[in-house]
């Protein structure tokens, strides 16, 4: 049975110069925002102008987001109690706004689908071989070891699969496809105020990500190892998903071209490598002062 035999609290404190309790203070300010409060009508009017190929594009793109939401939603847990298993109380305060707002991020996606594409039945025919690799494969499997093996290895394993590749390129290049597609045509206003706010949020989960990250490597430099070879596996359907989703049109819609998308996530993919590697050989001091101006300049 587990007992606590000391708190943080009442003997060292809580250590509010962090990083995660810097990313907590961050999101009690930012990540407070209210997905019922977003104004979709003129996203309505919006969606009725669209021709079918643009509404299948729109359509996909959210079915992609919708059940990624809810995925990270669902299998976030498991890390959560590892760091709380450790006695990490600053992280874990960190997390619990973490969780929260992907559940939040779940619940915009939804209100988008009921109100502005008119619920749609069943999407999961959006979700192809690569996407199914790893939202329906990798990411619960990765996160759910945690439960039977903590192990530091597991927690880069599993950080790097969520914060690295799902958030860090795959959400990120999801934003970029948002801009190029809807605010680069002025169109639904509210849906990019949400996607706006929704990649705020993700840029402190992802700087959370490579704290995590950096602080195992800088413990134990095998793990750089471990980091590096789960980005290279990963990258490989992660690319996947962006190919194989602009292979089903012919030309694609509002212009996309592919090699712009999966261009841009080699881009975030390489400076997410670039950050962990300064992990190698860093103190946990060291650590800190780089998360801290990450964290100050919105540069996860
Ligand atoms: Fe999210
Ligand atoms: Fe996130």
């Given at each position: 049975?587990?007992?606590?035999?000391?708190?943080?609290?009442?003997?060292r404190?809580?250590?509010r110069?962090?990083?995660?309790?810097?990313?907590f203070?961050?999101?009690?300010?930012?990540?407070?925002?209210?997905?019922s409060?977003i104004?979709?009508?003129?996203?309505?009017?919006?969606?009725?102008?669209?021709?079918?190929e643009?509404?299948?594009?729109?359509?996909?793109?959210?079915?992609?987001?919708?059940s990624g939401?809810?995925?990270?939603?669902?299998?976030l847990l498991p890390?959560i109690?590892?760091?709380?298993q450790?006695?990490?109380i600053?992280?874990e305060?960190?997390?619990t706004?973490?969780l929260?707002?992907?559940?939040?991020?779940t619940?915009f996606?939804n209100?988008f689908?009921?109100?502005?594409?008119?619920?749609p039945?069943?999407?999961s025919?959006?979700?192809?071989?690569?996407?199914?690799?790893?939202?329906?494969?990798?990411?619960?499997?990765?996160?759910?070891r945690?439960?039977d093996?903590?192990?530091?290895?597991?927690q880069?394993q599993?950080s790097?699969?969520?914060?690295?590749?799902v958030?860090?390129?795959l959400?990120?290049?999801?934003?970029?496809?948002?801009?190029t597609?809807?605010?680069?045509?002025?169109?639904?206003?509210?849906?990019?105020?949400?996607?706006?706010l929704l990649k705020?949020d993700e840029?402190r989960?992802?700087a959370?990500?490579?704290?995590?990250?950096?602080?195992?490597?800088?413990?134990?430099?095998s793990?750089?190892?471990?980091?590096?070879?789960?980005?290279?596996?990963?990258?490989?359907p992660?690319?996947?998903?962006?190919?194989?989703?602009f292979?089903?049109?012919?030309?694609?819609?509002?212009?996309?071209?592919?090699?712009?998308?999966a261009?841009?996530?080699m881009?975030?993919?390489?400076?997410?490598?670039?950050?962990?590697?300064?992990?190698?050989?860093?103190?946990?001091?060291d650590?800190?002062?780089?998360?801290?101006?990450?964290?100050?300049?919105?540069d996860?």
């Amino acid at each position: 049975m587990l007992s606590h035999q000391t708190f943080a609290t009442t003997t060292r404190g809580l250590r509010r110069d962090t990083p995660p309790m810097k990313l907590f203070e961050k999101a009690k300010r930012y990540g407070i925002w209210n997905p019922s409060d977003i104004d979709l009508s003129q996203d309505q009017q919006d969606w009725r102008k669209l021709s079918d190929e643009e509404r299948d594009v729109i359509l996909r793109l959210t079915a992609v987001f919708q059940s990624g939401e809810e995925a990270v939603t669902l299998d976030l847990l498991p890390l959560i109690m590892t760091v709380a298993q450790e006695g990490r109380i600053e992280e874990e305060m960190f997390l619990t706004s973490f969780l929260w707002e992907e559940a939040k991020h779940t619940d915009f996606f939804n209100r988008f689908l009921i109100e502005v594409a008119g619920a749609p039945a069943d999407l999961s025919r959006y979700h192809l071989d690569n996407y199914r690799s790893i939202f329906y494969e990798a990411l619960p499997q990765a996160l759910s070891r945690l439960k039977d093996d903590p192990s530091p290895a597991a927690q880069v394993q599993a950080s790097v699969t969520y914060n690295m590749i799902v958030e860090g390129v795959l959400a990120e290049t999801g934003y970029h496809v948002y801009h190029t597609t809807l605010r680069d045509n002025h169109l639904m206003p509210g849906t990019m105020r949400a996607v706006d706010l929704l990649k705020q949020d993700e840029s402190r989960h992802i700087a959370y990500g490579i704290y995590l990250i950096s602080r195992l490597i800088a413990s134990d430099d095998s793990l750089w190892d471990v980091a590096e070879s789960a980005m290279n596996a990963l990258m490989i359907p992660a690319v996947g998903i962006i190919t194989e989703a602009f292979a089903c049109y012919d030309p694609v819609p509002f212009g996309l071209q592919v090699d712009d998308f999966a261009n841009y996530a080699m881009m975030q993919f390489q400076k997410r490598v670039a950050r962990l590697e300064k992990a190698r050989g860093a103190s946990l001091d060291d650590i800190a002062r780089v998360t801290q101006e990450a964290i100050d300049a919105n540069d996860a």
